[in-house]
């Protein structure tokens, strides 16, 4: 089996810092990319950052200039740095993995199961 474990959620107030981060871990072969995904009440879910494996990140418009995604690959861990927090970040944020388990496995992705983000104006 194969786990994202996220952590670092909270209540913050509008113009704060919160680091989110999550672990994977479990029948692990290789890890293609990582990234963050994000569901507000009432929306869809939303990509915020993504981390290819070996390439450069990419990130919503709504968020660059203000987050930042980082990787550990020697931990499978990744990050996400939110600086000047707004209230319109309010969200659950997931963890997302492309993960091979085996050589001869396909590609699959995990999730993780969220935590929740809640910026205070």
């Known amino acids: 089996q194969v786990q994202l474990v996220e952590s670092g959620g909270g209540l913050v107030q509008a113009g704060g810092s919160l680091r989110l981060s999550c672990a994977a871990s479990g029948s692990i072969f290789s890890i293609n990319s990582m990234g963050w995904y994000r569901q507000a009440p009432g929306k869809q879910r939303e990509l915020v950052a993504v981390i290819p494996g070996g390439l450069s990140a990419n990130y919503a418009d709504s968020v660059k200039g203000r987050f930042t995604i980082s990787r550990d690959y020697a931990k499978n861990t990744v990050y996400l740095q939110m600086n000047s927090l707004k209230p319109e970040d309010t969200a659950v944020y997931y963890c997302?993995?492309?993960?091979?388990?085996?050589?001869?496995?396909?590609?699959?992705?995990?999730w993780g199961e969220g935590t929740l983000v809640t910026v205070s104006s």
């Open positions: 997302n993995a492309n993960i091979r388990r085996a050589s001869y496995s396909l590609w699959m992705t995990y």
